[in-house]
């Protein structure tokens, strides 16, 4: 009978047991797995389309062991990501593996902390040339890349230069991290990138009214200052642009401000009407300025003298140069490069005439000006790029931070392009008459193009994720508002050969792993831990006779009922 | 693989109570009634102290060893010591040996102990990706609780419940009873005051425990040779 009631009583036990653990269970379902060891942002490489080509990373979601450069030879990476600082990166690698389409699991790119536009702040740049260089061509080749699994970029500090150091030490001595070995995880928990359904640009227009007196029967000419303000690059969360084109939204700022101050004296203001542009769409063959123009009435069109573009002048040190797509012979065109070329001589600088003829069948369109052209309007681009630039390039990329703009360079080229205006405006060509003097109430002010720069320099402006109601775009158009009698704004869907696909910044979980092989191992052992301790308390309290017996019960009873 | 770990951590935590239970004369006795009643003391008595040491004691901005809160919660910690002669003597048992009293109001104990302390940080925790020993020193930490409690039980069966002691062995339990009821407060100093890590102090818990369980058993059977 004591026989009977032993098993019984075990099993109760155990039964009741189980069933407060489950209810504990039950109530407890719906706590969160904890904390990772680490967490950090991670900015996504660009997913778009051209003409229906895919290019750019595919995949965002991220769930694989982490690897570092030192790993094994022949090692399966399908499963791996692959954790790479710039300065040990191997362009030549890295076009291996896109162009011989190897499996990978995931690219994470460390980028110095110095280039974060939130942490780096205003350190210098250690061989900035050679840092710009490798940036850019690693930039290049992956926006023009299609790359069947999640890249990301990431700024080291020391959590995760700990983290990398660790890797490292583990892959040298070949244990690539898998599910049976251990090692770190990396998680990125992120839905599918869709595609960015309408994309707009908006373009921001301001006007600055000319002096009518009576007897004008015509409308006044007008001039018109143009720049572009969107930006295009490897990732898109940090493309600052802050020389392409942030230098050139400074200098427009800066300009109007300098205008509105002689505008808002009747006295003093000239005899021409000021437009001023703030475009979009600039990466994309200047889509934005291309649909601007074509709203304009036919009468302002035509009233337009000439317009000159901004595009990049931030980071030159005594040449500028002038793009025209009209014959340097052209009068307005000579007129223009006389015009800038006699105050550039007073201001110790020199500007280059260079003409690019325009083909109409081609879409390809390199520079601003070129969609003033095709509309038979006169217009120049300044800028301190003395190459065409290619598509998607020179438009904002990875190495385009606050630490490669000099603001002296800008505030010379504000001098340059508003004193040639004011020549122009008021007729004082070939007179050696400084309007925005230095220490003059108009003198062009470096701590509001410093401000603005700081502040463009912080802000990724790739125009498919700004919103119609985008803050940074409504501050521009306050700005603007400051400066000039009327501003308009302008919203146009981004249509045509490209197509965005959003998710461009994640939050990246590093967990540390035990392997499966570890945990079977600790069941081995806790299961002969409580063996020993059950045979050792059976003993001392019962005696060995019953540890024996509990082995020998089933013969027992078979004995008693034969 | 990580509910797997957890598996691991819980039959380490909570394993060594099963087999306590199933291995010695308990599970005979059917003594579960008693456990399950000393585990609800002991829900009441954590209650009390949680109330006691709410008002008593104040927040440290530094996680240094002040003597004075550290003697304050040494005080506290003794009503334990009152729950358990409550447990012990206040509840009424079924016709079970003293023997097995202790036994049975030790083991529902430290499984309540183990199940308030231990059984939230370790679904929380162990179910995550992310590896740490902890919740294997938890789990030892836990074995150790359960000796110290059944010796803890043990010793105060003797004061409280055994009439006719040998007067010299009457000094030797009452000190033996305060070092095992001050032993939280000891480990607390040491992982504060002296800054001994995890590991440190789970291996001085589970070496006290298993002196004090000796030294506790040899009392015990001390007692007993008289009657």
Redo the contacts between chains.
Sequence with gaps: MANSKKPGGLREMLESMYSVIALLFILVACVELCDAAAAFDVYRLIQYDRSGSPFGSRFAALNHHAASLHFPPGVDLSRTVLIIPLRELNITFVREYINQKKPLGGFLVLLPEVLSFKTGGNNQVHEKEKMKNLLAELERLLIHSNIPYPVYFAFENDEIDTVLADIKKNDLMGQPATATTGGYKFVIPTAEPKKVASPTMTNIQGWLSGLKTDGDANQLPTIAIVASYDTFGAAPALSVGSDSNGSGIVALLEISRLFSLLYSNPKTRGRYNLLFGLTSGGPYNYNGTQKWLRSFDQRLRESIDYAICLNSIGSWDNELWIHVSKPPENAYIKQIFEGLSNVAEELDLKVGLKHKKINISNPRVAWEHEQFSRLRVTAATLSELSVTPELLESTGGLFDTRQYVNETAIVRGVKLVAESLARHIYGHQGKNIQIFADESSLAVNPAYIRSWLDVLSQTPRVAPFLSKDDPFVMALKKELAGHVDQVNVQHETLEGIFTFYDSTSARLNIYQVASVTFDLLLLLVLGSYLIVLFSFLVITTRGLDDLISLFRRPPSRKLKTA | ?TM??F??CA??T???H????????L??Y?T?GTSVKAALVYLGTALVKLVCLATVLKVSENDGFDPYQELLKAVIGFIDVAGLYFALTQLIHRNISQNHKFQAVGLGWAFADS?LHR??PL???A?????TWDF?LQGLEANANLVLSISLAALGSLMWLRKNKPKTLIPIIYTCAGIVATMPSITSYLRRGLGWDFPKVVVFELFTSLSMAFISWQLFSACQRPS
């Design positions: 693989m797997f770990h598996f691991n039959i380490l909570f394993g060594p099963a087999v306590y239970y199933s291995a010695t004369p599970s005979e059917d579960l199940v059984l939230a679904w929380v925790g179910r995550g990706l992310e590896f294997i």
